[in-house]
């Protein structure tokens, strides 16, 4: 019989980072987005300042959104640092997605902002671990470029992007992770 311990242990232990390149076309229900952002709302947060906000890319945003971070790529670089490639590819990656959700932290004030970002970064674990148990692939990227994106996505002042997380269906076959043994990052003190 499973327990709950072997049920999220699975979960941890398979949940991997599945880029566009692998997704298939297969649309990802409203529901399962709904489910995978829920879960976000649990993650720890000091002085319940629930920092996370979340904004969901879909269908033509998903174009709009490659067009922007081109944009943003060939005005932020020279002419001899640009690479059509590397401009290709934000289109190409946006359209590979069934939906990015652009992940964003409202800073406070009331603790310090890497706090704020550590419970981020918990919301953003919880929605990977969520996404892997319904089958969905996903990824974090945070290219330089989000930095810009505040007018895109309607940012107020007090927020800033910190990443973008790819979603889609996938057929990749599970793989060994690549971990070094928990006893080389371990020291007990125990006197």
């Known amino acids: 019989m499973s327990t709950a311990y072997d049920n999220i242990v699975k ?24 489910q995978i952002l829920e879960t976000a709302n649990y993650a720890p947060t000091h002085k319940l300042t ?3 906000r979340f904004v969901v890319i ?15 790529y060939k005005s932020k670089v020279s002419s001899q640092q640009f690479l059509q490639k590397k401009y290709d590819s934000f289109a ?26 550590a419970a981020v970064s918990c919301a953003v674990q919880n929605m990977a671990l969520t996404a892997e148990s319904l089958h969905v692939g996903a990824y974090w990227s945070s290219p330089p470029l989000i930095d810009d994106l505040g007018d895109f996505l309607s940012l ?6 910190i990443g973008l997380f790819y979603m889609g269906y996938h ?21």
Do not use: H
């Open 11 to 34: 979960i941890i232990k398979d949940r991997r980072s599945i880029f566009p390149a692998s997704y298939i076309k297969k649309e990802i229900p409203v529901e399962v987005i709904n």
């Open 50 to 52: 629930q920092p996370w």
């Open 58 to 72: 879909r269908k033509a945003g998903l174009a709009r959104l490659g067009e922007t971070l081109g944009s943003l």
């Open 92 to 117: 190409e990656k946006t359209s590979q997605a069934d939906c990015i959700i652009a992940i964003n932290m409202r800073v406070s004030g009331k603790i310090p902002e890497w706090e704020e970002l």
């Open 156 to 161: 107020g002042e007090n927020e800033k992007c």
């Open 171 to 191: 057929k990749e076959k599970p793989w060994a992770p690549n971990r070094t043994s928990m006893e080389e990052k371990v020291r007990w003190l125990e006197a």
